[in-house]
């Protein structure tokens, strides 16, 4: 359980935890794996959302899942015409709306972002390891700790 004086002051800094999906770069899950290939080899982002046309979250893609796609099934460049929906991620660590910060701690212990869902898995942004360090680092040079007296 995180302190409930800590906490307090991470939630203060919630604006700064959640990127809006409309400000992302996200692929289309009916996107063909070489048009995902080709964003993804020129972006800094390891791996990025994969919503519908609806804007409903599908899962999360990465340049690796695509060559390892490709050599798998020895595959050209041309021959990567699919959907992209077929070799995303699914089982990805997600978040609803009404998150609890515990729950976004333990989670971004093994992913570098977390998408947030709405109550219809509408994707509505991404929280992630970054955004909450910096909460963290702002608590450690900021946070004023009252010591106890004997």
Known sequence: MISPKI?????EQEETF????????VIIDSHNIDHAKL??????????????????FVGTI???EINQYQMDNELSDQ???????????RDVATLKGDYELA????????????????EKDEF???ITRKSILKAVNSLFHNFDIVEKKK
């Open 7 to 11: 906490e307090g002051f991470l939630w």
């Open 79 to 89: 021959e990567l015409n699919q959907d992209i929906s077929l070799i995303c991620k």
């Open 39 to 56: 964003l993804l080899s020129h972006m800094t982002f390891s791996r990025v959302p994969v919503v519908t046309v609806d804007n409903c």
């Open 18 to 25: 959640l990127t809006p999906a409309d400000k992302l770069a």
């Open 124 to 126: 509505q942004g991404i």
């Open 103 to 118: 729950d976004v701690l333990r989670k971004l212990i093994d992913e570098p972002f977390l998408p947030v869902l709405g």
């Open 62 to 64: 990465g340049l690796n």
